[in-house]
């Protein structure tokens, strides 16, 4: 129903900067909220942040202060613009999105992407 795309990640110096990038697409009427999620492999995937229909914004503590998250629900797009990155900001990043489908509602956890991997080293 919904395919959720992102880009940007890549290979970051420490200290450095990236856009991260999504783009839903499918039978969507509404966004109501997109996400960035990531996941370091053997841990539990965690909320970096998140925008509201209402543009209300939050951040995890630990990107809180380096990172800008923007959402252009009229284009169904979201971007995540991380500063001063960190070895431990190394993740696959996800997009999510909870939106009103022609069919319903999203489920509970939204819709996902594959995701995209940042990896922050020297």
């Known amino acids: 129903q919904v395919q959720l795309v992102e880009s940007g990640g890549g290979l970051v110096l420490p200290g450095g900067s990236l856009e991260l990038s999504c783009t839903a697409s499918g039978s969507i009427v509404s966004i109501d909220a997109m996400a960035w999620y990531r996941q370091i492999p053997g841990k539990v995937r965690e909320l970096v942040a998140a925008?509201?229909?209402?543009?209300?914004?939050t951040y995890s503590d630990s990107v809180k202060g380096r990172s800008t998250i923007v959402g252009d629900f009229s284009k169904n797009t979201m971007s995540l613009r991380m500063n001063g990155l960190k070895p431990e900001d190394t993740a696959v990043y996800y997009c999510?999105?909870?939106?009103?489908?022609?069919?319903?509602?999203?489920?509970?956890?939204?819709?996902w992407g594959e995701g995209t991997l940042v990896t922050v080293s020297s």
């Open positions: 999510n999105a909870h939106v009103q489908t022609k069919y319903g509602y999203s489920p509970p956890s939204g819709f």
């Open positions: 925008v509201s229909s209402k543009q209300n914004t």
